[in-house]
């Protein structure tokens, strides 16, 4: 039985996949496994039960993925899941961040009591009027499964659409319209654009990303929009910037209290992805994840270990080990197999960055004795019987 722990709510679609193998907990601590949304994970001790964690959804800044590579946890999450939800809300509030919607609308709740109130609407609307999107630069900072769909998306409503991922995967690169231009620098987005959009992962080197020097760069006036994470922009700088009018508008799905209620500023409550879709896909994905790793030992989509595909097992064992990338590692599991006489019809050993992982068939049921032998090779960092 596999004892699974929800940090947050995922939608049921996806629990629904769980099978008689599985029941719900109510304690991280008890968990073979653990799905999650943006609870953060960076202050709960691992147990040692834990042999997986699906983040339903993108970013993983809220789980410590090296902590948990460490301790032999597969941390999964579910690219382009909520890409689509991501997109509509960025062309939303990208046409409301190009008028003053949000000021009219709330002006004319102001004057609900008024008798006369169509007749001060055609007098006072010109304070909220604003400027059309048709042909006016966008800058798309990271080209991944949101940005690209941004990118395109926004092309088609008549903007001109500059895009800069110096790492951008083929399979992004395929999907991105031929009408997109290719900025060869930040800097280039920063000097040419009207607007700014984000969709780059939170790391070191993206942190704080949008500050004081880069907004000197920037056209006035300009608008920016941050659906990927709250500390890719430093908020002093940025209500600096929107009170001299450097940055026209800054919309953001992450509000905080330097930025909550600063003139300009659009706060959304973190609802890129909470949409009945892009939650439903995220779970889904999550969950088939979660359940390929604990019943076959296969990984796909992780972020701290490297992918493997071994299929359904039709050997009599099959034994998974999670390990460093260091030397002499295959050849130490495979004599431990040979002294006791096992043969190993198929093996696969993957590796990414530090971690590597190796899952071997063999032709007799793996047993906690063997499992043990593996476990006291100087490397390995997690065992697992699978049959
Ligand atoms: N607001 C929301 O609800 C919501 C929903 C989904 C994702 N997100 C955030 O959006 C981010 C992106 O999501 P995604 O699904 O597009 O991820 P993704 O991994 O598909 O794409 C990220 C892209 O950023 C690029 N990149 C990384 N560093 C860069 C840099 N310094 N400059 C330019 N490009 C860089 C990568 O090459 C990649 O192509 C997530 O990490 C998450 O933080 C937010
Ligand atoms: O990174 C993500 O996928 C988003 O920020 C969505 O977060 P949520 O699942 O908490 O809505």
């Known amino acids: 039985m596999f004892k ?163 790492f951008i995967s083929v399979d992004a690169a395929w999907k991105l319209s031929k009408f997109i231009k290719q900025a060869k620098s930040l800097e280039e987005i920063y000097r040419e654009c009207d607007f700014i959009t984000v969709h780059v992962p939170l790391t070191d080197s993206t942190k704080g990303m949008f500050n004081k020097e880069t907004f000197e760069m920037m056209k006035d006036g300009v608008k920016i929009l941050n659906f990927s994470r709250d500390s890719l922009v430093i908020d002093e700088d940025i209500v600096e910037a929107l009170k001299s009018g450097k940055v026209g508008r800054y919309v953001t799905d992450f509000p905080n209290p330097k930025v909550c209620g600063v003139e300009g500023v659009i706060t959304v409550p973190h609802l890129g992805a909470s949409t009945s879709e892009s939650e439903d896909n995220c779970a889904i994905m999550a969950v088939k994840q979660l359940m390929d790793y604990l019943e076959n030992g296969n990984i796909k989509n992780s972020v701290n270990y490297p992918n493997c595909d071994m299929g359904v097992c039709n050997q009599a064992g099959r034994i998974a080990i999670n390990h460093r990338n260091i030397p002499n590692m295959l050849s130490q599991f495979t004599s431990t197999f040979a002294k006791e006489n096992i043969n190993i019809p198929d093996m696969i050993n993957k590796s990414k960055g530090k971690y590597a992982y190796t899952v071997l068939d063999i032709e007799s049921p793996s047993t906690p004795e063997l499992a043990k032998k593996i476990r006291e090779i100087d490397g390995v960092l997690k065992v697992r019987i699978i049959k």
């Open 4 to 166: 699974i722990n929800c940090l947050n709510p995922v939608a049921n679609v996806g629990l629904n996949l769980f099978t008689k193998h599985y029941e719900m907990v109510d304690q991280f601590n008890d968990a073979n496994a653990v799905l999650v949304r943006s609870s953060s994970v960076h202050e709960l001790e691992l147990p040692h039960s834990l042999d997986a964690i699906a983040r339903a959804g993108a970013g993983v800044n809220n789980i410590p993925l090296e902590k948990c590579a460490e301790n032999g946890v597969v941390v999964f999450n579910t690219p382009g899941a909520n890409a689509n939800g991501v997109k509509e809300i960025v062309i939303a509030t990208l046409i409301i961040a190009s008028r003053d919607i949000f000021g009219g609308v709330n002006w004319v709740n102001s004057c609900k009591e008024d008798p006369e109130v169509a007749k001060l609407v055609e007098k006072n609307k010109s304070k909220f009027a604003g400027t059309e999107i048709k042909g006016k630069k966008l800058g798309v900072i990271g080209l991944g499964a949101i940005g690209v769909l941004v990118a395109n998306a926004l092309n088609k409503l008549d903007m001109e659409v500059y895009g800069f991922d110096p």
